[in-house]
């Protein structure tokens, strides 16, 4: 029985009749940058997580480093990153010419740790930058009370975390900003690059899709210096489709993930992935971790079962921090992540049976000796 690790031809095959009347619709039109598709997403977005205000983005990288200039973040500034995830956060955090400060991650749960990140506030720091890790709700709600007391900004980059809640907020609706991805294997994928922010402030709102239009809100308004993206109609089309899916898919995500815990609790050699408290982990990844990783990745694929790492160098050890001259010593949790992490398959269109039989296969090989 062959595992692949995504599968997103299945889920095309199942939408092929909408999205092939919805993209029509798009050339009929002959509008490709805005328009009606793109409009209808912002709303529908905003409204899905309960945010006033939403814009789209050409992907999430853009959107984080829109968020970070309109915030603020400059020269002589230094941000809060967590030590491990994707580059994003931190790079758009030097490309506004501040200082991409990291803060290690919690052993249990994986985001950053709001105790790390007290102890990384100096008095240049602006801002911090908290990612929803793996779709498990990074702790929001305890950032924003640091940031209240320290006079900080808070950006969540939700890439991996679309309808993911903290203490019944939805996430992005906690911080300044809230940044979304919808890269193709993103819980909401498009067909190509996308993203958006949101916010709940309506000036900044208006400063932030000005800066990804050239500085201005249109043709002939260029009120200072921007950038260009946005997200195009076609993939606007594509996600007005897709996202009313996206609770049904994410609610067999966190099915499909009982059903990995159920097969595998026990298993002396593999820690499971724990959800925070009063929170809602929307399994973008589903990821374990143990000390036999390579050993186990090639059993796996010995068997058809495909698995990934997410990610397999803890940023402050990427060769772009270099001159940095991090010690493992200095981020222990991201250190030891790098070593052990391992991401199972897990995406709405993969059968229970396929679960459970990749389970069967991990049983076996802690089984053997
Ligand atoms: C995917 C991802 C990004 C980048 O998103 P793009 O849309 O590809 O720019 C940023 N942060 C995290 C945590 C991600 O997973």
Redesign the pocket.
């Known amino acids: 029985m062959k595992v692949p690790f995504v599968n997103l031809k299945e889920q095309f095959a199942r939408l092929q009749q909408e999205i092939t009347i919805a993209l029509e619709e798009v050339f009929h039109d002959g509008q490709f940058i805005g328009g009606k598709q793109v409009n209808d997403f912002e709303t529908a977005f905003g409204s899905l997580i309960s945010s006033p205000y939403c814009i789209a983005t050409g ?6 480093f829109a968020a970070l200039k309109v915030l603020g973040a400059g020269q002589g500034h230094e941000i809060i990153v967590p030590a491990f ?5 931190a790079a758009m955090t030097s490309f506004t010419g501040a200082l991409p400060v990291f803060a290690d991650v919690d052993n249990a749960f994986y985001t950053i740790d709001p105790a790390d990140v007290a102890r990384k506030i100096t008095p240049q720091t602006r801002g911090i930058v908290a ?3 793996y779709g498990q709700a990074a702790p929001v709600n305890e950032l924003k009370a640091l940031c209240r007391e320290k006079n900080l900004f808070l950006i969540e ?1 939700c ?2 975390a679309q309808l993911t809640e903290d203490q019944g907020k939805t996430a992005g609706t906690v911080g300044d900003f809230g ?1 979304f ?3 193709p294997t ?1 819980n909401l994928g498009a067909y190509g ?3 958006c922010a949101v916010t709940s402030n309506r000036e900044q709102a208006v400063y932030f899709r000005r800066l990804v239009n050239h500085g201005g809100l249109h043709k002939d308004e260029h009120l200072f210096e921007g950038i260009n993206s946005r997200m195009d109609t076609v993939q606007a089309a594509l996600l007005n489709v897709k996202l009313k899916h996206l609770e049904e898919w994410t609610a067999r995500r966190i099915a499909l993930a009982s059903v990995y815990r159920k097969n595998l609790e026990g298993v002396s050699g593999i820690k499971l992935p724990q959800t925070r408290p009063d929170s809602r982990h929307t399994f ?1 990844l589903f990821v374990v971790r143990t000390q036999r990783r390579e050993d186990l990745i090639r059993f796996l694929l010995e068997h058809d079962i495909e698995v990934a790492i997410h990610y397999p160098r803890a940023l402050p050890f990427e060769p772009a921090y270099e001159d940095r001259h991090f010690e493992k010593s200095d981020f222990p949790v991201a250190a030891s992540l790098q070593d052990e992490v391992l991401s199972l398959p897990l995406y709405p269109e993969l059968t229970e049976e396929k679960v459970e039989h990749t389970c069967n296969i991990i049983r076996s090989f802690f089984a053997q000796e």
Request: aromatic share 12%; glycine share 8%.
């Open positions: 992907n999430c990288t853009d959107a984080l995830g994707w580059i994003s956060c990612v929803h890790l980059d890439a991996q940044c991805s919808f890269y993103k690059d996308a993203g973008h």
